[in-house]
């Protein structure tokens, strides 16, 4: 079975790849060198972030950590930042897939994914890439966030999001 933790470091650049096939480009040349990747999280550290995180604060409190314990989190690898530190994702894509135009990572929150798409159009209009990747990941989703949320009220009491609406 294929190590989940393996998995979502991946996610972004298979996703991209997979776009740029389906758009035609896995068997014709493109311009790579002018192609940007622009990618919108919001979330902060992501719940893999967290795990090598709590990992690497064990010793802190406990004086001989567990094998069983350790066995059940992730080990770090020159792999692990992409599914930590958010910004690394757009640039491990655009190194991967070796495009040469623009690469970073926006964070707006909830707005991220409109805020990569904006960037994506403002690269194209103004002539600095010649095609633009724009994608969005949401990092957290685990307890703590809903803990989070929660405790500050900004989710729905109905449980469902009505973020315009006269009555919420």
Partial sequence: MANP???????????VRRA????????????GERTSVIVGSGGGMSDLGQLYSFRANLPSF?????EELLARLPEWTEDS???????VIAGRIANRLDLGGTNF???AACGSSLAAMHVAVRELETGSSDLAIAGAVDTIQNPHAYLCFSKTQALSPRGRCRTFDANT
Avoid: C, I, S, W
């Fill in 105 to 107: 990572t926006v964070d």
């Fill in 5 to 15: 933790m393996t998995m979502d470091r991946n996610l972004a650049l298979e996703v």
């Fill in 20 to 31: 740029l096939e389906n758009a035609g480009y896995g068997t014709r040349p493109f311009p």
């Fill in 62 to 66: 406990l004086k001989k950590v567990p």
């Fill in 81 to 87: 930042f992409p599914g930590t530190l958010v910004n």
